[in-house]
C-alpha cells in the first residue's frame, strides 16, 4: 500500500519570502503522478501542481515549482514569492498510473503568510 | 477548467433523521466519483468510490448502509447519511474523474466546494 507523509504539520514564511514544504512517500510502483492541493479557508481543493513519475524535468506552475527525488521518494513544494492568498492547508498525494485511481493524501502542512 | 457542485453546502438536521447530498458535475461527464470526508484539522478521508450504473465500492471500515451512495447518471452522485448521530458531524467533500489523454493515466479528479453537515 502506499503511504504519504508530511513531516511538518505547520510552517510559516514571511510575504514575499520562500519556503519549501516537504513530502516523501512510500510505493512499490514505478508509475504513478504526485500533486500537491491547497485547501484555503473555503475548504475547496485547488490543484497546485501535478508531476509524472516518468518526467525527470521538476514540474513548476508560475511561482509553484517541486524537487521531486524519485530513489528518494520525495516530492517537495516550494512556493517563492509567498503571498497572503498562499496560506491555506497543502496536501501532498499520490496516484497510481493505469491501476486504482484512489488518491492517497498526506496529513497535510498548514502554512501561514506573515504580512 | 471542470466544475463540480455540492448542494447543500452546509445541513443542519436532528439526530436520527437521514440527510442528503448531491454532487454534481456541470460541464463534464464524471463516470468515476469520489466521496470524502475531512475532520477539522485533519487530511481527507476516502469513504467510497462511486462508478455510474453500479454499485459504489466502500473503503474498509465505512458502514455501507448508514452512507448510502447513489451514481445514477454521468453527472449526479448522491450521498444519504441515513440515521444520522452527532457523530456524523463533519465535512463531506466529493470529487469526479474528469477526461484524460494517456492510456493508462491516471484521470484527473476535479474537487467539489464540500458540505458541512451538523447532526443535533
Known amino acids: 500500500a502506499q503511504t504519504v507523509t508530511q513531516s511538518q504539520p505547520e510552517m510559516s514564511v514571511q510575504e514575499a519570502e520562500t519556503v519549501t514544504l516537504s513530502c516523501t512517500y512510500d510505493?512499490?510502483?514505478?508509475?504513478?503522478?504526485l500533486f500537491w492541493y491547497k485547501q484555503p479557508p473555503s475548504r475547496q481543493m485547488i490543484l497546485v501542481i501535478r508531476q509524472e513519475a516518468y518526467k525527470q524535468q521538476n514540474a513548476t506552475e508560475n511561482r509553484f515549482s517541486v524537487n521531486f527525488q524519485k530513489a528518494a521518494k520525495s516530492f517537495s513544494l516550494k512556493i517563492s514569492d509567498s503571498q497572503l492568498g498562499d496560506a491555506a492547508m497543502y496536501f501532498c498525494?499520490?496516484?497510481?498510473?493505469?491501476?486504482?485511481?484512489?488518491?492517497?493524501f498526506g496529513k497535510g502542512t498548514k502554512l501561514t503568510v506573515n504580512p | 477548467g471542470a466544475v463540480v457542485s455540492q448542494h447543500p453546502s452546509r445541513v443542519i438536521c436532528k439526530s436520527g433523521t437521514s440527510v442528503k447530498i448531491e454532487c454534481r458535475s456541470l460541464?463534464?461527464?464524471?463516470?468515476?466519483m469520489f466521496w470524502y470526508r475531512q475532520f477539522p484539522k485533519q487530511s481527507l478521508m476516502l469513504m467510497a468510490t462511486?462508478?455510474?450504473?453500479?454499485?459504489?465500492?466502500?473503503e474498509q471500515g465505512v458502514e455501507k448502509d448508514k452512507f448510502l451512495i447513489n451514481h445514477a447518471s454521468l453527472t449526479l452522485s448522491t450521498l444519504t447519511v441515513t440515521s444520522a448521530h452527532p457523530e456524523d458531524s463533519s465535512f463531506y467533500i466529493c470529487s469526479a474523474r474528469g477526461g484524460g489523454t494517456l492510456a493508462g493515466a491516471p484521470l484527473e479528479q476535479y474537487f467539489g466546494p464540500g458540505t458541512r453537515l451538523t447532526v443535533t
Open positions: 460541464d463534464f461527464q464524471a463516470t468515476t
Open positions: 510505493t512499490s510502483e514505478s508509475d504513478y503522478y
Open positions: 498525494a499520490f496516484i497510481r498510473w493505469g491501476g486504482s485511481e484512489k488518491l492517497v
Open positions: 462511486s462508478n455510474e450504473g453500479s454499485k459504489a465500492t466502500y
